[in-house]
């Protein structure tokens, strides 16, 4: 019997063992389990805060003279803000101070149990890049997104916008092209693909890669019109004053017509907006809504065109309004040496500009905004886009005013 109890007590004693290794494993593989969550949950914390403070410092770019201490200072600050654990985070930030902000944030825990699978659990990084699109004002817009040459610019042309900014929606590798002695001047310029050209012939240097830019009018209700008020419209000689209305065929002003336009709303319907010859055309708070077959804008050579938009209605801030279905790519043209005064928003979202004045066009306006399928500027002629809202009581266009800040992924 005393025998028989102690083998009874030895195997107690051989069981125990076995069993105290696998409560401790089993102990550690549910701790690690925990661990495990717990990592995964906070590296979702982490990446929020850094996606967001990175969203929120890259917005200080669009500031005049910002320092790289300034947009720093906005990335910690939004970290310390919005987390428990501030005491075990470590924030750096990397800015070129012009379209992007890097942001990484680290926390350094301790694990219980996890450090003993991997020495990697531990600390746990977070990274996000924010760039900037569109700071301040857009000027140009080309909303072609696949084909080369989204906006061109050849010969000795020069688009000169340096309050705002030219963006290329397009993500082809001469998305913009700059060619000849042409020269792009303005306060930013992006392109969702690249560009082509001389260093010099950019200032500043385009951002390859941006984000397209949503188009601004998308939602903009188009006028509606019934009948025709005039069929195949001409004047070729004399002083004449226009009304409102639809000009079915297109509206044409030649020889040495001198046209003034009242205030109001014209449908330019099948047939272009024409101005040749020496013809001139005149019109404050008019806007023109092109529609139909050929209804296409064209300012030849020796003609004179001075037009302001709308101050309010469906054309508020816009001189030309395209019809969304109209066929893609018919070029509307602004030849005119005598254009200088274009204030409002042209909007040809199917259709190409061509400018090849051998002058300035749109200097004297206090703000021309170009929202287009394409732009070719080529000839001589010095395209000038002014963004002072201010200095007029005519609308911009919302959006365009507006800069855009996105997650680079």
């Known amino acids: 019997m005393k025998l028989w109890t102690n083998l009874k007590s030895d195997e107690r004693g051989g069981m125990a063992l076995p069993l105290a290794i696998g409560t401790t494993a089993l102990m550690m593989v549910a701790g690690g389990t925990i661990d495990v969550g717990m990592m995964v949950k906070k590296q979702s914390t982490l990446q929020g805060l850094a996606d967001s403070a990175a969203l929120?410092?890259?917005?200080?770019?669009?500031?005049?003279?910002?320092t790289q201490s300034q947009v720093a200072s906005v990335a910690k600050a939004f970290v310390q803000q919005n987390s428990d654990v501030t005491a075990s985070l470590q924030v750096k930030v990397q800015t070129d101070l012009t379209s992007q902000v890097a942001v990484q944030v680290t926390e350094v825990w301790q694990p219980v149990f996890a450090h003993f699978f991997s020495n990697q659990v531990t600390p746990i990084v977070a990274d996000a890049t924010a760039k900037v699109y569109g700071t301040g004002s857009v000027c140009v817009l080309g909303l072609?997104?696949?084909?080369?040459?989204?906006?061109?610019?050849?010969?000795s042309a020069r688009l000169t916008a340096n309050s705002c900014n030219v963006v290329s929606n397009s993500v082809h590798s001469k998305s913009l092209v700059v060619g000849g002695s042409a020269t792009m001047s303005a306060k930013?310029?992006?392109?969702?693909?690249?560009?082509?050209?001389?260093?010099?012939?950019?200032?500043?240097?385009?951002?390859?890669?941006?984000?397209?830019?949503?188009?601004?009018?998308?939602?903009?209700?188009?006028?509606s019109f019934a009948g025709c008020d005039h069929v195949d419209y001409g004047v070729s000689t004399g002083?004449?004053?226009?009304?409102?209305?639809s000009y079915c065929g297109g509206l044409t002003i030649s020889g040495k017509a001198e046209v003034t336009l009242k205030p109001g709303v014209y449908v330019i319907k099948d047939g272009p907006l024409a101005v040749a010859g020496r013809g001139k055309i005149d019109g404050k708070n008019v806007g023109f809504y092109l529609t139909g077959t050929?209804?296409?804008?064209?300012?030849s050579l020796g003609s004179s065109v001075s037009l302001t938009a709308p101050r309010d209605g469906l054309l508020a801030g816009l001189l030309f309004y395209e019809?969304?279905?109209s066929p893609v790519g018919r070029t509307h043209r602004i030849g005119s040496d005598n254009a200088r005064l274009?204030?409002?928003?042209?909007?040809?979202?199917?259709?190409?500009?061509?400018?090849?004045?051998?002058?300035?066009?749109?200097?004297?306006?206090?703000?021309?905004?170009?929202?287009?399928?394409?732009?070719?500027?080529?000839?001589?002629?010095?395209?000038?886009l002014n963004s002072n809202y201010g200095g007029t009581d005519i609308p911009a266009p919302a959006g365009l005013s507006e800069a855009s800040v996105s997650l680079v992924k």
């Open 323 to 325: 019809d969304r279905n």
């Open 294 to 299: 050929d209804a296409t804008l064209q300012f």
């Open 239 to 245: 002083k004449v004053t226009l009304t409102p209305g």
């Open 342 to 384: 274009l204030l409002g928003t042209v909007y040809l979202p199917k259709g190409k500009l061509t400018v090849d004045a051998n002058k300035p066009v749109a200097d004297q306006s206090s703000y021309t905004a170009v929202i287009v399928r394409t732009l070719d500027l080529k000839a001589g002629p010095n395209l000038v």
């Open 188 to 223: 930013n310029i992006y392109t969702a693909g690249g560009y082509v050209g001389a260093t010099s012939a950019f200032s500043p240097t385009p951002v390859e890669d941006a984000r397209k830019m949503d188009d601004p009018l998308a939602d903009r209700p188009a006028p």
């Open 56 to 66: 929120a410092s890259a917005k200080q770019l669009a500031i005049s003279n910002v």
């Open 144 to 155: 072609d997104e696949t084909s080369t040459q989204t906006i061109r610019l050849n010969q």
